[in-house]
């Protein structure tokens, strides 16, 4: 879905009622908004842990030296520790 937003001179930009409440932002909330080439983004803090969540699993996919576990045993063993 589309919507037409405006931005206040102040900066202010306001959500549609039914986008809040959708989004679990009906009492406030916070926004993180990401300029692409494409534009702006914006994400709710959950939307925007699931979507850095999505691309670290691309990269550490059936990879089990990909842990944060075995990133600091390969730290240990390669300081001598």
Do not use: C, W
Not at 2 to 25: D, F, I, M, Q, W
Not at 30 to 55: F, K, N, P, Y
Request: proline content about 2%; hydrophobic content about 45%.
């Amino acid at each position: 879905m589309t919507y037409h937003l405006n931005v206040a001179s102040n900066g202010r930009l306001v959500l549609p009622a039914e986008v809040r409440k959708r989004l679990g932002l009906a009492d406030g909330g916070e926004l993180l908004m990401e300029e692409t080439s494409d534009g702006l983004v914006l994400r709710t803090v959950a939307q925007a842990v699931a979507h850095a969540q999505a691309i670290a699993l691309r990269y550490t996919a059936n990879n089990p030296d990909a842990s944060v576990d075995a990133f600091l045993a390969q730290r240990r063993a390669d300081s001598g520790e």
